[in-house]
């Protein structure tokens, strides 16, 4: 192997096309050489991520330990050691030349250098991250979809007694969706002195069990043979829960439903006087009863308990709310026009700034508190407009962190939002998807908006590296289809159409003649409408995402707002004017939908009985 300063040949590799003179030779001023015999190994699975290659010609293998074939080969152009240097993790496999080869390397100290002079080679460079997570995503196994029960136990929870108005409550809105519920008595009057066990009556039920489309089992409070029964004969178990968690140890009950169902057939229903935005205590029952997917019902109405029928039954209705920048106040807009209609979202998953507004409306805000949270969030704070020494991000991160403590709370978890809720973010350390459904509000919030290169990443308390879910799935519907059934709005931002761009490159100013623009108005006004580096990043990290290929199903329909032509993805201050043209167009456009008999807004608008709002 041998290292040579590189020359600045005319090499025609797609990742330097988008500098400039100045830019490239910058890189390769920046660059070293080297060039390996068929063979010979570049880097070594477990190694120190310390630099990144750029392949000059030949090709190279990509292999991991024990593992015969490659993962795979790599040629002229392609970035290699991309995901470990941005993740600042060990090598992942063996890297290998299997032909004579020549690579550019960049180091670490090196990098951080060109970006502050060549911000156009570090977006080069995260669109490269970005294409590979796509190609490692696209050879994946679709996410499963969530299954439907066809048969629910409902027992106690710790020690405290469940109102008899909670149980009340729950027999009118099943009875609502027609569904069969079975309590002691009923097996009672239907086999009088007969056991539980006897054929006869196990017969009856799994008969009823293929005629009906739901059936529940109200077990006693406590563990008779009755509720044993109903817990055994039950694909899934909901644990009615009142007060905060017993600090003792489970009761007979739970500990027998616990032994029966695993996690995933496990619901906590959390009973509660009146509804809020947040509540307290939730981990430790989530501690104590780990399950699939926990709620929260007020006494105060029905619209908590149809909310929880409707999961039970495989109606529930979610709010997927997809990544934008700027875009994001389009959300409360949507949101609002449905509102209007009467309709109750059940859960919400949003990525990047969808993830900000769905934490909003997991938390019962209305659009008028999540308009002045975004003011506050983005504009009052400043949060994208402070640039910072490009260490570990080009911008100062602190404000964005101290505006999402102030306005979701900093002590407020996800599991104490009112509303099941989930964010979405790339995980750099283990290279896939994190579907984050536990922890502090905020921290969700920032993993998920973590844009790579502009934003530091989030770090756990495990050592993950969490960064924008927009890197791998901006409209994170797989998402929602795995945790329920039932129809789903999406709302996103993405354009079908091919967009051009009316920009004479020629014009694009240099660097000394950019800062005279920049300093005198008058010559602000005739610099070349192109987009930002910001927008085009944004771009770059979601190029390779086709939205005509959503995983939908029948039920979910997508919308897609317009916007004013020239919106940038950081232009927040536009934040009111967004918000109210998304909300009249989705006022409109509902109204057409349903005048045309769209099954999926029938679906959505049928959910709640479309009670219109005053």
Known sequence: MSDFAPETPSLNLALFRTLSPEQRARAFGAMVRRDLERGQMLVAQGDPSDSLFVVLHGALAVRRTGEPAPISVLRAGEVVGEIGFFANVPRTADVIAIRDTSVLMLTRDAYQKLAEHAPALVEALLAALARRFAEQTSRLAPIPPSPKARTVALVNGGSEPVPPTFVRRLREALAAADAEIIDEGRIATMFPGRLLDTSDVTDWLNELEQSAPLVVYLGNGDASGWTRKAIRQADMVVFACRGDAPESARTEIETFACEVHPMSARRVVRVHDRRSSAVKGTAAWLTRLPCFMHHHVSLEDQVDVESLVRFLSGRAVGFVAAGGGSFGPAHVGVYKAFRERGVMFDIFVGTSVGSAMAAGFAKNYEAEDLERGTHEIFVKSRSFRRPTWPRYALLDHKAFDRALADQYGAECRIEDCWRPFAAVATNLSTHSLELIRSGLLWHAVRASSAIPGLLPPFYTSDGAMLVD????????????????????????????????????YASLPGRLELAAAMLLPFRKKLLPAAPSAVNVLWRSLVAHQRYDMLPTTPLDYVMRPPFPPGLGVTEFERHTEIFSAAHLWAREAIAELEAEGNPAITAILGSNGDQRSP
């Open 469 to 504: 879910g927009c890197l791998v799935d901006n409209v994170p519907i797989a998402q929602m289809l795995q945790l329920k059934c039932g129809p789903n709005l999406v709302v996103h931002f993405g354009d079908l159409a091919t967009e051009t761009f009316e920009v004479d």
